[in-house]
């Protein structure tokens, strides 16, 4: 049993490792459409972390436009570098 607990450790740390590195993908590539002045909305469509597919189930161009809106406030926020 203690075998099994510490497999499914490690598999699910690799998956939070994946996750991460798409969620920090996410940020760099929204904050650049974000930059080039594309809408929230055209940003969300075309987004593009279809590199992450071989851990993510990840069909194709496009993020879910709640996390685009919200990353667009924060760069919105006084103080913060755009």
Excluded: C
Aim: hydrophobic share 45%; net charge positive; proline share 5%.
């Amino acid at each position: 049993m203690r075998r099994l607990l510490a497999l499914t450790a490690i598999v699910l740390i690799g998956l939070i490792g994946y996750f991460q590195d798409y969620l920090r993908d996410v940020w760099t590539e929204v904050s650049r459409l974000r930059l080039e002045g594309v809408s929230a909305e055209d940003a969300a469509k075309r987004a593009d972390l279809t590199k992450h597919s071989a851990h993510l189930p990840i069909n194709g161009p496009g993020v879910p436009i709640i996390g685009v809106q919200r990353i667009y406030a924060l760069l919105d926020e006084p103080g913060r570098e755009k």
